[in-house]
Nanobody
């Protein structure tokens, strides 16, 4: 059974940084991808960033390019999302998800496994 555990959210002032972690279990190989999504109240689910655990290919939404960095630790089966220069508009529940294969799509419906959300609040 695939499970994902997300952590690292919190309250930070605008301009500050946070690092989110997503640890996966249940995959028997590295042939899977992990994505970070976010959802603000009353908004749809937005793809933020994703990475292939096998290939290392990455995706970033335009809204976070240059501010967020996604990375992985295959030994720990963990994906990190380093978020710098945070802005109030980044406030949302952040969720990690995974899918089998090397593709790193930005659409939430392309992912089969979901962890719980972690709240990120940026005060202005």
């Amino acid at each position: 059974e695939v499970q994902l555990q997300a952590s690292g959210g919190g309250l930070v002032q605008a301009g500050g940084s946070l690092r989110l972690s997503c640890t996966a279990s249940g995959f028997t190989t590295d042939d899977y991808a992990v994505g970070w999504f976010r959802q603000a109240p009353g908004e749809g689910r937005e793809g933020v960033s994703s990475i292939s655990m096998a290939a290392g290919t990455k995706y970033y939404a335009d809204s976070v390019k240059g501010r967020f960095t996604i990375s992985k630790d295959n030994v720990k089966n963990t994906v990190y999302l380093q978020m710098n220069s945070l802005e109030a508009k980044d406030t949302a529940v952040y969720l990690c998800a995974a899918r089998r294969g090397r593709a790193t799509p930005s659409s939430w419906y392309m992912y089969d496994f979901w962890g719980q959300g972690t709240q990120v609040t940026v005060s202005s």
